[in-house]
């Protein structure tokens, strides 16, 4: 079974700065996708970046990019010039390319990021 | 285009009583997921349809928790007879498919359970 673990709880970060959140996850498989997700307090999680296993490039999506480290299972999330609406808990997830494993995902439990002005 | 719709957005009930979730997914997603998030955890995924088949049900507990998706549509999660743990949020997410892509979830504003 696939595991995901966001080992920092909670980060924070000065309005403009910039902020990095870990995420690893532990899995057999060779094909997968990574996410990264953002849910704001109150609000709906949605879609922030997204990474294909087999692509070495690094997604980056405007201000948020990702190190995509395969070897090291390792798949951080980076926000440059942090703004006060980047603030919320950000969920990384791991998604099976298996159609066998029906596609399953795997969230981890979550960084809370508090941006201050 | 709308987004997934949940209702009802709020639910307290007495431990051992039923309770019903309704989820409306993106018009043309094929896939379907209910999942279950405990108050500082991750979401955990209780069950997966492709259209109105399930694909994954391997974490619901089938003793108290039941779910369908008529027509391929809509879908309603049951929980009887609830218990104190079930206090949760209850996301519903919609997805075009699982296969063949990175394809994202698409998710609902969500159900709080409360469970006294």
């Known amino acids: 079974a696939q595991t995901v673990t966001q080992s920092q709880p909670e980060m924070s970060v000065q309005e403009a700065e910039t902020v990095t959140l870990s995420c690893t996850y532990d899995t057999s498989e060779s094909d997968y996708y990574l996410f990264w997700y953002k849910q704001p307090p109150s609000r709906q999680m949605i879609l922030v970046i997204r990474q294909e296993a087999y692509k070495q490039q690094n997604a980056t999506e405007n201000r948020f990019s990702v190190n995509f480290q395969k070897a090291a299972k390792s798949f951080s999330l980076k926000i440059s010039d942090s703004q006060l609406g980047d603030a919320a808990m950000y969920f990384c997830a791991y998604r099976s390319a298996f159609t066998a494993n029906a596609g399953k995902s795997t969230f981890g439990d979550g960084t809370t990021l508090t941006v201050k002005p | 285009e709308a987004g997934v719709a949940q209702s009802p957005r709020y639910k307290i009930i007495e431990k051992r009583q039923s309770v019903a979730f309704w989820c409306n997914p993106i018009s043309g997603h094929a896939t379907l997921y209910w999942y279950q998030q405990i108050l500082g955890q991750g979401p955990k995924l209780l069950i997966q349809f492709q259209n109105n088949g399930v694909v994954d049900d391997s974490q619901l507990p089938k003793d108290r928790f039941s779910a369908e998706r008529l027509k391929g549509v809509d879908s309603t999660l049951k929980i009887q007879p609830a218990k104190l743990e079930d206090s949760a949020v209850y996301l519903c997410?919609?997805?075009?498919?699982?296969?063949?892509?990175?394809?994202?979830?698409?998710f609902g504003p969500g159900t709080r359970l409360t469970v006294t």
């Open positions: 997410a919609s997805s075009l498919g699982f296969s063949g892509g990175p394809y994202e979830q698409y």
